[in-house]
């Protein structure tokens, strides 16, 4: 028979044990963001204690034009679009921000607002942080702004490309490149995006998208059922992809090596 | 035209304008010259923009091009060398003649470690040529021909500051990513609706505001690259 007190001390006990292991996850979690583990040790230190794991829904907005950003995101296994609106209404997805990279960093960037906005491509999680922690904390110095500059290089590197891609690549090429453009962004073979996600990205309509991934599809060089679409052969991928992909993922290659 | 009236020196404190200016030497720029391009023997430069208009431009392994943005005294060409970071997709052409600042990438980066607070106003141009990419890429998806050209005309315009331009159709097809056709037609289009015309092989802007609500009411926001 245990009395109140023992079972206070064992809650107490519980809650600690709870705590030690959410902030070696957070470390170990932290490995997972690119940006964060390029975060000098002083500056981790002090952001590491404010970092909140959350998971992101696909579809939802983290910030758009005219609404202001309190948080900046580091996507750990969320992979989230960078979406230009045009005048017309339409939308165009230009970018898209993984593990390798982060979500907001404009306002490190000297800008207080964006015409851009950030919509979540494929559910997952990401860790969070204030904006007011990040502002306030002592100057980074070069070094972490350096990080982010890279960054900022690599971004208008995949959206250069992808404009280019778009105006002479086939939809089977551009398909192939998004296709290991997420794939580079998550571990496993098994994407979770509809068709209807995908033309979205791709910027055309969702025919489109089946009638370019119906060779893929026959060569069984992806399957698709239900909202996933399952890479079997992603040698034969990048074979079909354009010569965009390499591009962007030896900048990106480079842009982590430069950073370590 | 002097340093200062680039945008980016402008924002520096008069001591780090007068670092910049001992390691820059004016320059001039020429339409059609290709600029940052590795060559073995020639040392990596940063350019300062005062007159000259540069575009960016990717091009694919069939030598198509496409220009992804426009960069004037706003702005400067290089800092990519600077950051150790060189996107080699990216490609600089002069598009406009006119006058810049060069200096050695090594000498800039150093200035860069040697005075912090720079990097803060290299930041905020970076982000906004950033945004001036994605509005163009995201135009290429999805405006059609006619609207984009007179996008890419009231930006040149702009960054130029003239109204008239030497831009050949060949050129601005480049630029599109279209065959030099479409642009003689949507040329033409333009011209019947009275926004532009060509004399003798210049193009003048006869109604820049005109062409400007057809590329974006954004445009006139202030802080808006297009």
Redesign the interface.
């Given at each position: 028979m245990r009395s109140t007190k023992n079972i206070q001390f064992i809650n107490f006990v519980i809650l600690i044990d709870v705590n030690k292991s959410n902030f070696e996850f957070m470390n170990k979690k932290a490995d997972l963001n690119k940006i964060i583990s390029f975060l000098p040790e002083l500056v981790y230190e002090e952001w590491a204690p404010h970092f909140e794991r959350i998971d992101l829904e696909t579809g939802q907005v983290l910030y758009e034009p005219g609404r202001a950003l309190r948080h900046l995101y580091f996507p750990l296994t969320a992979i989230v679009s960078?979406v230009?609106?045009?005048?017309?209404g339409?939308?165009?997805d230009?970018?898209m921000i993984g593990r390798e990279g982060m979500i907001g960093?404009?306002l490190?960037?000297?800008?207080s607002q964006?015409?851009?906005s950030a919509v979540v491509l494929k559910a997952g999680s990401a860790i969070r942080i204030n904006l007011s922690v990040v502002l306030n904390s002592f100057n980074q110095?070069?070094a972490v702004?350096?990080v982010?500059?890279?960054f900022?290089?690599?971004?208008?590197?995949q959206?250069?490309?992808?404009?280019?891609?778009?105006?002479?690549?086939t939809l089977e090429q551009q398909l192939c490149r998004m296709l290991l453009m997420v794939l580079d962004r998550q571990d496993g073979n098994d994407i979770t995006m509809t068709h209807e996600l995908m033309a979205k990205f791709l910027?055309v309509r969702r025919e489109g998208v089946t009638q370019a991934a119906r060779r893929l599809m026959e060569e069984n060089t992806i399957s698709y059922t239900r909202g996933h679409v399952v890479v079997h052969d992603r040698k034969s991928l990048e074979k079909r992809s354009?010569?965009?992909y390499d591009?962007i993922k030896?900048?990106q290659d480079?842009?982590i090596k430069?950073n370590h | 035209m002097t340093l200062l009236t680039n945008g980016i020196i402008f924002q520096l404190s008069k001591e780090d304008q007068n670092r910049v200016q001992n390691i820059c030497k004016p320059v001039q720029l020429f339409a059609g010259q290709i600029l940052c391009k590795p060559v073995h023997h020639e040392t990596p430069k940063i350019y300062f923009l005062t007159g000259a208009c540069v575009a960016l431009l990717v091009k694919n392994k069939a030598h198509n091009a496409l220009a992804v943005g426009l960069v004037g005294s706003e702005g400067a060409i290089g800092l990519g060398s600077v950051l150790d970071s060189n996107s080699e997709n990216l490609h600089f052409l002069v598009q406009t003649s006119g006058s810049a600042w060069m200096a050695e990438s090594a000498d800039f980066a150093l200035l860069l470690h040697q005075r912090p607070g720079m990097l803060w106003v290299i930041s905020q141009h970076l982000w906004q040529l950033t945004e001036h990419i994605a509005a163009i890429s995201a135009s290429v998806q999805f405006e059609d021909v006619t609207t984009r050209l007179a996008r890419w005309l009231a930006l040149s315009a702009e960054r130029a500051q003239m109204q008239q331009l030497h831009l050949t159709h060949e050129h601005l097809a480049q630029m599109l990513g279209v065959r030099r056709v479409s642009i003689t037609l949507a040329a033409g289009e333009l011209k019947e609706r009275g926004l532009i015309a060509y004399q003798r092989g210049v193009l003048n802007i006869l109604n820049l505001a005109g062409l400007q609500p057809t590329v974006s009411s954004e445009s006139l926001k202030p802080g808006r690259l297009i």
């Open positions: 960078w230009h609106v045009l005048e017309n339409s939308s165009s230009v970018a960093i404009y490190l960037m000297g800008a964006t015409y851009n110095g070069n702004q350096k982010f500059l890279r900022t290089q690599n971004l208008m590197t959206m250069s490309q992808g404009a280019v891609c778009h105006r002479h690549h910027g354009c010569e965009c591009i030896n900048d480079n842009y430069l | -």
